[in-house]
């Protein structure tokens, strides 16, 4: 296996200010931090954001975090509930291109976003993406589903995959390499997460995923280690330079993702995919950098579909 490898675009956030600016429904963004946040991403160009939530609520927000509402769209809901479905209906009346979660519950968003008859699903399932750019490492890093899909099946994870390959090609990288994580490198019928990571290579290569390169059941140390790869003898294109992490459930992916945060020091945007328009998912300790890299995230993945051929 050759170590050396192109680098790829670390540069997420500048390059998305040079893209239009995504007209965003900002869901309840009734704290400090959260308006502090959309502010930082529209003078950034990242976003041209709608307010969405009790007036005097964002006032108050306002007034915390000594920032000025001039100029700012803000449409009145009296409720975080409220708000979520006025802001779906933005993208329904094609007023906003993304929403964008402030101080509400995860679930109050998303309750809205996946109703059968008013909200955004697609055909295809709705999943979480972290996008982590960590120090030491040359790319930005994909980490799917530490957010939505709790424990899921192998047809979810067909999406999953297809969802984050997406997004990693909207952010430059042509063609992302997909580690599918287990806690061992060989096929057991004693771990589920080897035998989807198996079909899910076998899928791969029968057209059923495409945009990547597939490899799995990979340990994480042989999909992030070029070393840790040979010491055992994995020879794969994937193994030692994967750009996207395929964690097995929720509780695996989200650790993950909250290790390399605080112990490795990662730079971590989140976004939910496979509904009409990007949803950039904040948790409420995320810092004002990640969420500004969650904004031109959503940014780029926005911009792409735009562009896409019909």
Known sequence: MSESTPPLPLDIVARAAALPPLVTAVVHPCDALSLTAVVAARDRGLIDPILVGPLHKIEAAAAEAGLSLAG????????????????????HRAEAEALMKGSLHTDELMTEVVKRDT??????????????????????????????????????KVDIVQNAIDLARALGITTPKVAILSAVETV?????????????CKMADRGQIQGGVLDGPLAFDNAVSIAAARTKGIDSPVAGRADILVAPDLESGNILAKQLEYFAGAEAGGVVLGARVPIILSSRADSLASRVLSCAVAVHLAHTRATASP
């Open 72 to 91: 700012l769209r803000i449409e009145v809901a009296p409720h975080s509930h409220a708000a979520a479905a006025l802001s779906v209906e933005l993208v």
């Open 119 to 156: 909200g955004l699903r697609t055909a295809r399932r709705i999943s979480h993406v972290f996008v982590m750019l960590v120090p030491g490492y040359d790319r930005p890093l994909l980490v799917t589903d530490g957010a939505v899909n709790i424990d899921p099946t192998l047809e979810e």
């Open 188 to 200: 057991t019928s004693k771990l589920r997460s080897t035998i989807d990571a198996a079909a899910l």
